[in-house]
């Protein structure tokens, strides 16, 4: 498996800031001409685009070859008929409608191409690049008195090696083959992932094997902890009341709208960290991975949600089903997460309903 990235761009960095409320809302077009020599190694070549707001277009060689609407989250699609010369075109669309959450709030809802891009090289048989955005491996882990019982779900078809370790040293493996393969494991003397006062990460590591080798490999890390959330006492982790007290955090810069670089967004940790909070709300939408990854090395208890917001749009239904499947596939591994939600606030009451 092979990645080369590409540039981002916010197209509303500065005038999605002034005050005015009349930011430009339209199409934006990102061309770049890629040389089949451009191209990651491998059978198959996918595109990956980490946020395109808010509905993203994408053209090969002249076709349209995917539509994404939601802009704040992973989409990718297969580049078929690579020449030795080709024409890739996205267009990034955050005209108003009535149909992609969100269409009213009070922050801007930045266009372009804002996050990462990237070119996946992988062989014919590789973990599933199609399905939501998602990792291709799945972590739920169990806790069972001293010891955790990990259950790893692998989304490709064949025989897969699994392997988990502590940083040092594997502390299990198991092996499983057929449909989406999926592997039960077992941790002795489990170390919990323990909020900011001990935020350990365990790796699980997938490998497809056809015929003896390795022929696609993917990885996450992941915490072993419990949660409750209880009316009289409070938010408890692992066994413990341990109350929450935070943030809400948007992800915008002066000038460069929502194209955070990881120096940004790990300053907002440090300054967060820094006052000493141990949670933050994301709102209202999907973040960066990078940023949910800080959360979960620094022990940050999570809230995390999608842009269903302000005003019930008729025909955004399904749209609102596939931004909260996206979140959920996307960042089911991540230990920090405490909440998956969506929030309506209803007008003229302004009235928040939580789900």
Not at 92 to 119: C, K
Not at 126 to 151: M, R
Not at 165 to 181: F, L, T, Y
Request: aromatic letters at 10%.
């Amino acid at each position: 498996r092979r990645q080369r990235q590409m540039c981002i761009r916010d197209s509303n960095g500065d005038d999605g800031q002034d005050g005015g409320n009349d930011y430009y809302r339209g199409k934006g077009y990102f061309a770049k001409s890629l040389a089949k020599s451009d191209m990651p190694d491998g059978e198959e070549v996918y595109l990956q685009l980490d946020g395109v707001n808010s509905t993203g277009t994408v053209y090969f060689n002249g076709k349209e070859i995917c539509v994404h609407d939601g802009g704040y989250s992973t989409f990718r699609v297969k580049l078929d008929d690579i020449k030795d010369e080709n024409l890739l075109v996205v267009v990034a669309d955050n005209s108003p409608n009535d149909y992609v959450y969100p269409q009213v709030a009070d922050f801007t809802f930045y266009g372009g191409i804002y996050r990462d891009v990237s070119l996946i090289g992988v062989g014919k048989n590789h973990f599933d690049l199609d399905f939501y955005g998602a990792p291709g491996i799945a972590v739920t882990p169990e806790i069972s008195g001293d010891d955790a019982k990990i259950t790893v779900d692998a989304y490709c078809d064949g025989e897969v090696e699994f392997e988990i370790s502590d940083g040092n040293e594997v502390v299990a493996r198991a092996k499983a083959s057929g449909k989406n393969p999926s592997a039960k494991l077992e941790i002795k003397d489990v170390h919990l992932w323990d909020g900011v006062d001990d935020p350990f990460l365990y790796t699980a590591v997938a490998k497809l094997i056809v015929d003896g080798e390795a022929v696609d490999e993917v990885k996450t890390r992941f915490g072993c902890r419990t949660f409750e959330i209880d009316a009289q006492k409070g938010f408890i982790l692992n066994g413990r009341e341990y109350p929450l007290r935070g943030v809400s955090r948007h992800q915008d810069r002066p000038h460069i709208g929502n194209a955070l670089l990881p120096e940004h967004h790990k300053e907002d940790m440090d300054l967060i960290c820094k006052m000493g909070a141990n949670t933050i709300r994301l709102a209202h939408y999907q973040h960066a991975q990078y940023f949910y990854d800080l959360c979960d090395e620094r022990g940050i208890v999570v809230w995390a949600e999608i842009p269903y917001i302000s005003k019930h749009l008729e025909k955004g239904v399904e749209n609102t089903k596939s931004q909260m499947k996206e979140l959920v596939y996307q960042n089911y591994n991540h230990p920090s997460i405490v909440v998956l939600s969506l929030i309506h606030i209803s007008e003229p009451t302004r009235q928040a309903e939580i789900s």
